[in-house]
């Protein structure tokens, strides 16, 4: 009799396992579409949609010192909004600074390869994007730190807070949000800001929505 029960347990288990596995199904880096319009404020890049290898952004510009850690490029629009943001933001106590914004196709790769190296593939696939499939080629993304100085650790510092609730008034969304990462693609990340204007940037806040689910509605 208890053995019964033990067999009708494993299987339970086993059944909840496979579903799992299924739920975990998806078809990132399937079907992969080269991006055509890589110029637009509301490019999508991610797992399925690659840049062309050779685009770079026509206008990048230097942020200000002030606001990132070192020389660091951003599309001009993007580049103003940030440094508006980061000036607000300093004048009531928060310190956000860029410390990662454009990066261009073989620095991605090296990155992606850094990873693979060290803790394999599917981990690179959660942690980074593979060349041509990352924002920070686009130079309208930006990591930010905030005073606790690690950007891992953005979402324990006051300046979480503050971005979580202002990013959007200046044209940024939280781009990979907790919970999403079977619509993105990508693991949580509180550091990763993209900019898409103050407009789209409002409905996607006030939506709860990701740029993926956003760019359905429009
Ligand atoms: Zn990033």
Do not use: C
């Not at 579903?19 to 199904?25: G, M, P, V």
């Not at 206008?59 to 943001?85: G, H, P, R, T, W």
């Not at 044209?171 to 900019?195: A, C, S």
Request: hydrophobic share 35%; charged share 25%.
């Amino acid at each position: 009799m208890k053995k019964a029960i033990y067999i009708i347990l494993f299987i339970l288990i086993a059944i909840f396992f496979t579903k799992d596995i299924d739920f975990f199904k998806n078809d990132f880096y399937e079907n992969i579409k080269t991006i055509e319009n890589p110029d637009d404020l509301l490019v999508l890049v991610n797992k399925n949609n690659k840049l062309p290898d050779n685009y770079i952004p026509k206008n990048l510009v230097l942020i200000d010192n002030k606001y990132s850690n070192n020389d660091k490029y951003l599309q001009k629009e993007a580049k103003m909004a940030f440094e508006n943001l980061s000036q607000d933001a300093r004048l009531l106590g928060y310190y956000i600074i860029g410390v990662s914004a454009y990066r261009d196709y073989n620095y991605q790769k090296s990155l992606y390869n850094e990873y693979v190296k060290e803790k394999g593939q599917s981990y690179a696939d959660r942690a980074s994007a593979r060349p041509g499939h990352s924002e920070h080629q686009t130079g309208l993304a930006i990591d930010v730190m905030g005073s606790n100085n690690d950007y891992d650790l953005f979402e324990k510092s006051n300046e979480f807070n503050w971005m979580k609730d202002n990013a959007h008034l200046y044209g940024f969304i939280l781009r990979y949000p907790k919970g999403k990462e079977k619509i993105t693609g990508f693991k949580y990340e509180p550091w990763h800001y993209r900019y898409v204007g103050v407009k789209h940037a409002k409905m996607i806040y006030e939506g709860n929505l990701t740029l993926e689910e956003y760019l359905k509605t429009t």
